[in-house]
């Protein structure tokens, strides 16, 4: 069981990393490349960062409870 959720571990912040560096910055970014230069003239997000924050979230979401799982299984048992 552990070495599944290590690697469900891994798989998250792996996936993490790389949603981070394709959000958009101050100047554009990396998700330019992709489709997310075509912003609307109102200023709002568009189809493509509003995607991508939610699979962010969701790449975050399993990161931190694969953290957590981690931290209850390998913790050490007393008091037995």
């Known amino acids: 069981m552990i070495p599944l959720v290590v690697v469900l571990h891994v798989i998250a912040s792996l996936t993490?990393?790389?949603f981070i560096l394709?959000?958009?910055g101050r100047?554009?970014?990396l998700s330019d490349m992709f489709g997310g230069?075509?912003?609307?003239?109102?200023g709002?997000?568009?189809v493509v960062e509003r995607n991508l924050d939610r699979l962010t979230v969701g790449a975050a979401?399993?990161?931190g409870a694969t953290s957590v799982l981690?931290?209850?299984m390998l913790a050490p048992k007393?008091?037995?």
């Open 44 to 46: 709002g997000s568009t």
């Open 27 to 29: 100047g554009g970014g």
């Open 61 to 63: 979401t399993m990161f």
């Open 37 to 42: 230069g075509m912003s609307t003239s109102l």
């Open 70 to 72: 981690l931290a209850l």
């Open 78 to 80: 007393t008091g037995q």
């Open 16 to 18: 993490l990393i790389l």
């Open 22 to 24: 394709l959000h958009a």
